[in-house]
């Protein structure tokens, strides 16, 4: 399986700074048709995971531009340019090039 | 906007059988994968299993064939089926929608106890 890891476990964010977080997997998630099967989600306080980045760097419907996804490779990065109040809960990466798709172990963002 | 709601029992014993549906609404059913996840604090979120849109299952190894899946389009429904269960089974289970690039279902939390 492909193994997903993150960095940091935890972030404390003061409103309007910037915050990064770091995906690595075991392997290169880049599939011979071009596209990097990497996603990012966040998981609001008692509510289930929702899309934010899809594809390493495309936004979901209705997410906020502050939020960014980058990297390559097995190398990937979510950037949010200013942090807000509602962006807090937990951030994972997935893997969905190949079965099983695996995640990344959260990255619980506070303010 | 999809829609999907989990049901099913919120107990099960130990040995026994979980038996969960997950109803969509919403979304057409035949032309998309139809996917398992679980959440559970030792274990974080775990891929169960996909039907894809032929109704073809996928299912993760780690399970060691405990798991089986299938629908129903015309109720535009999907089921899981996990037997021998133990305490470790224990987790909120999610349905959710695609093949990656998931539409997540609220949830059902099951808890194996006897």
């Known amino acids: 399986d492909v193994v997903m890891t993150q960095s940091p476990l935890s972030l404390s964010v003061t409103p309007g700074e910037p915050a990064s977080i770091s995906c690595r997997s075991s392997?290169?998630?880049?599939?011979?048709?071009?596209?990097?099967?990497l996603d990012w989600y966040l998981q609001r306080p008692g509510q289930s995971p929702q899309l934010l980045i899809f594809l390493t760097s495309n936004r979901a419907s209705g997410v906020p531009d502050r939020f960014s996804g980058s990297g390559s490779g097995a190398d990937f990065t979510l950037e949010i340019s200013r942090v807000e109040a509602e962006d807090v809960g937990v951030y994972f990466c997935?893997?969905?090039?190949?079965?099983?798709?695996?995640f990344g172990q959260g990255t619980r963002l506070d303010i | 906007q999809v829609q999907l709601q989990e049901s099913g029992p919120g107990l099960v014993k130990p040995s026994e059988t979980l038996s969960l549906t997950c109803t969509v609404s919403g979304s057409s059913f035949t032309i998309f994968y139809w996917t398992w996840i679980r959440q559970s604090p030792g274990k974080g979120l775990e891929w169960i299993g996909s039907?894809?849109?032929?109704?073809?299952?996928n299912y993760n190894p780690s399970f060691n064939n405990r798991v089986s899946m299938s629908r129903d389009t015309s109720k535009s429904q999907f089921s899981l089926r996990l037997t021998s269960v133990t305490v470790a089974d224990t987790a909120i289970y999610y349905c959710?929608?695609?093949?990656?690039?998931?539409?997540w279902g609220r949830g059902i939390l099951v808890t194996v106890s006897s």
């Open positions: 392997q290169s998630l880049l599939h011979d048709n071009r596209h990097t099967y």
């Open positions: 997935m893997q969905s090039l190949q079965t099983p798709h695996t």
């Open positions: 959710a929608r695609g093949r990656g690039t998931y539409s």
């Open positions: 039907l894809s849109d032929t109704g073809t299952p």
